[in-house]
């Protein structure tokens, strides 16, 4: 069982405690130096750094003062390091480990990696976290920004996998579990604080829902629908009764006034596409390799035309206003000005 908590790992009870270390300097890094002032026999450190050196696996495997044992692992990539608990695994058996939070240069991939390896482990592995470290955790949570609001469901959700939780996990869910693993730092007796940090989390889940939300939208499709929508309450609404069904209208003025909070404007017009007046057009055919020009007035015409050497369409891209938000789908063979599929 995979387990995570904020402690000092020093003080850890489990029989082999894991730590990362250099080949040339076993007892670097924060954890690396405590294990020296306080787990290893000062007498021995220099024989365990003689040992270290010329160990030829990615880890070195050592007995403390206590009686139990220390893995330090030299890893400086994924792989290694993976080959280096592999081979821990192997050697515990099933003897209980302590792992410090953020071994590794990437945790992400550390703690896959962890999960992996120590899926199907019968005893504990406890990874310990320095307070500091579990506000950091907290901090790439409610910073990730792949939230996704289910109307359906009514809650919040992940886009995508994080920290073990599958994608569509709850975010409430993941807010239980940090504030019981963790407390957000907080002492475990601490009930009030970790109830304070319950509730903030959850207000962090439900602003990156609503950022994300904000995100997604699109001002100009936004203010089309809007309109849409006032022609249909216009047109729907009895003239017998003052009473006007503009609730959906409601929710989105309410939706403009969010995004406004996160600094984006809803409200703004779309910018009318100005077409120019042409007297002829050139466009290089697609179909017969040719260049084409035709006596042609864009404002009046168009922007599709039809190649005079060999009859197919031709789409007069040169002259789009668009052409930096071209929208052309190979599969439909459609476009902002060709909405419907031609036969050649």
């Known amino acids: 069982m995979i387990r995570e908590t904020v402690g000092n790992i020093i003080t850890a009870k489990e029989s082999i405690l894991v730590f990362r270390g250099r080949k040339e300097q076993i007892f670097s890094g924060s954890v690396g130096k405590q294990v020296r002032d306080l787990l290893v026999d000062p007498v ?3 024989s365990i750094q003689e040992a270290a050196e010329e160990a030829k696996l990615p880890f070195y495997l050592f007995e403390a003062k206590n009686g139990n044992w220390l893995a330090a ?46 899926r199907d482990y019968r005893s504990d592995v406890t990874i310990y976290y320095t307070k500091e470290n579990a506000e950091r955790l907290r901090g790439e949570y409610r910073n990730q920004e792949q939230v996704v609001a289910d109307r359906d469901a009514g809650g919040f959700y992940l886009l995508r996998p994080w920290h073990g939780f599958p994608a569509m996990t709850n975010t409430l869910d993941i807010v239980h579990w940090f504030g019981a693993a963790f407390g957000y730092g907080a002492e475990p007796e601490d009930a009030s604080n970790q109830e304070d940090a319950c509730v903030l989390l959850k207000k962090d889940a439900v602003v990156n829902a609503c950022k994300a939300l904000v995100d997604s939208l699109d001002p100009a499709a936004l203010q089309e629908q809007k309109s849409w929508l006032e022609e249909q309450v216009a047109v729907l609404t009895p003239s017998c009764t003052d009473e006007i069904p503009d609730g959906i209208l409601n929710i989105l003025d309410a939706v403009e006034e969010l995004a406004g909070l996160f600094g984006k404007d809803l409200k703004a017009e779309p910018e009318k596409e100005l077409e120019e007046h042409t007297e002829e057009v050139t466009e290089w055919c697609p179909h017969c390799e040719t260049e084409v020009t035709l006596q042609w007035d864009i404002a009046r ?15 007069l891209c040169a002259y789009c206003p668009r052409v930096e938000q071209c929208d052309y789908d190979e599969d439909t063979d459609t476009c902002y000005y060709n909405r419907e599929k031609q036969e050649d």
């Open 44 to 46: 021995m450190i220099q």
């Open 73 to 118: 692992v030299f890893a400086r990539d994924t792989e290694t390091l993976r080959a280096a608990l592999e081979a821990i695994c192997r050697l515990a058996h099933n003897r209980s480990l302590a792992i410090p939070g953020y071994l590794g240069k990437d945790w992400d991939e550390t703690f896959s990696v962890i999960l992996e390896v120590f």
């Open 301 to 315: 015409d168009g922007y599709k035309a039809f190649c005079p050497y060999c009859g197919n369409r031709l789409m």
